[in-house]
């Protein structure tokens, strides 16, 4: 994949991390500490894995 293709995959996976995160927070407070470092680590994984495939110039 291109390098531009991973910035937008990049984006969209961060921008879906903070939807998640905030939707998490507001309904399940009490789990939100635990459920959004496991979204952070899961976007984390997504992101690198995305990294292994970009085609340096």
């Known amino acids: ?3 531009k293709v991973f910035n937008l995959v990049t984006g969209i996976v961060g921008g879906a991390e903070v939807i998640a995160i905030a939707i998490v ?3 399940q407070p009490a789990f939100a500490v635990a459920i959004n470092a496991s979204i952070g680590i899961a976007g984390t994984a997504v992101i690198e894995i995305c990294n292994q495939f970009v085609k340096e110039a």
């Open 1 to 3: 994949m291109s390098k």
């Open 25 to 27: 927070t507001f309904i």
